[in-house]
């Protein structure tokens, strides 16, 4: 027998995140304003949100939701802004393994992160 959503506190706080991020998405694509969406589609090792975690980027770069923070969000960031200028998707390697300016990562996994223009 299944366990309730409820049960799990990480997967319902997910739902939850996903459900406003569709909200977002719908009242942007309502509202003729293109958006990005950025979906994680493959974790290894350890990374700071798992398959599935969404960003919705705006056209005036703001955004809704997170695929991690830090720099491999700034990455995937630069990237939807890319599509949202050119309306092709792309896939993003985001790679935590390696040194930053100095400093050790703090998650040492890698995401693949898929990106679209929506609207």
């Given at each position: 027998m299944p366990v309730p959503?409820?049960?799990?506190?990480?997967k319902a706080h997910d739902h939850l995140v996903d459900?406003?991020?569709?909200r977002e998405l719908q009242r942007a694509l309502s509202?003729?304003?293109p958006v990005a969406l950025a979906t994680v589609t493959r974790a290894r090792?350890?990374?700071?949100?798992?398959?599935?975690?969404?960003?919705?980027?705006?056209?005036?770069?703001?955004f809704f939701g997170t695929i991690g923070g830090g720099c491999g969000e700034a990455e995937v960031w630069q990237e939807a802004m890319a599509a949202l200028e050119d309306g092709r998707p792309r896939s993003v390697v985001v790679d935590?393994?390696?040194?930053?300016?100095?400093?050790?990562?703090?998650?040492g996994g890698v995401m693949d992160v898929f990106v679209e223009r929506l609207g």
């Open positions: 959503l409820a049960a799990h506190p990480a459900a406003a991020i569709y509202a003729g304003e090792g350890s990374t700071p949100r798992k398959p599935g975690a969404k960003m919705l980027i705006r056209a005036d770069g703001s935590l393994t390696e040194p930053t300016d100095g400093d050790d990562k703090i998650c």
